[in-house]
């Protein structure tokens, strides 16, 4: 069956630093790719997504690129701040029949000023 | 436009009891999927429903069961709730139709104690 891996956190940076957060795939068909942030207290918020191999998705300084072929979709930001700090997840949805989205294990990113 | 609701936001059980909870879905949408969250099992796929017909159902067992109106409001039943069931129920909603790449919009959940 489909599923997702992600890095363990929590990850602990400084406010200006450079983030990644890596996430892998495994899934038959052509899945589209999410990531997920959840602040404490909250719901999920969508981040970014892609559907298609090579599409970037991006939002808030936040991308990700679809990479079919290392079935990789890691997170990424030139300068996180401490608003930042939450929940992050990686989930992908499959084609038709296939449309529950199946999450990673959440990666817990902590900013410091 | 409002977002998805969720119905109590808290609630405290006993062992052996049974609950419900409610979802009312961002208006237009007909899709609404329920997700239960733990710290130890992460965000599992409970089932989903569209046009008040179950569409797709994760692996838990019978004691949990939904049903969606024809509003799209939805409602899960949890019956003879057990310590483990205690977790955050989400729920998320979709426009109609879609295919697997449209986003999912959820509700800021309820949080289930089982004591």
């Known amino acids: 069956g489909d599923s997702v891996t992600q890095m363990e956190g929590p990850v602990t940076l400084s406010e200006e630093a450079f983030l990644t957060i890596n996430c892998t795939y495994t899934a038959t068909g052509y899945p589209s790719l999410f990531w997920y942030v959840q602040y404490p207290g909250e719901g999920l918020q969508l981040l970014l997504k892609?559907?298609?191999?090579?599409d970037k998705g991006s939002n808030k300084g936040f991308e990700a690129t679809y990479r079919k072929e290392t079935t990789s979709f890691h997170l990424e930001k030139g300068s996180v701040q401490v608003s930042d700090s939450a929940v992050y997840f990686c989930a992908l949805s499959g084609d038709t029949g296939r449309r529950a989205l199946t999450f990673g294990s959440g990666t817990r990113l902590q900013v410091q000023p | 436009k409002a977002g998805v609701t969720q119905t109590p936001r808290y609630l405290i059980k006993t062992r052996g009891q049974q609950v419900t909870l409610s979802c009312s879905p961002i208006s237009g949408h007909r899709s609404v999927s329920w997700y239960q969250q733990t710290p130890g099992q992460g965000l599992q796929f409970l089932f989903e429903y569209f046009s008040e017909t179950q569409r797709n159902k994760g692996n838990f067992p019978g004691r949990f069961s939904g049903r969606q109106f024809s509003n799209s409001r939805s409602e899960m039943n949890v019956s003879t709730l057990e310590l483990g069931d205690s977790a955050l129920y989400l729920c998320?909603?979709?426009?109609?139709?879609?295919?697997?790449?449209?986003?999912?919009?959820f509700g800021q959940g309820t949080r289930l104690t089982v004591v």
């Open positions: 998320a909603s979709r426009p109609a139709g879609g295919q697997g790449e449209t986003e999912a919009f």
């Open positions: 892609a559907t298609k191999a090579d």
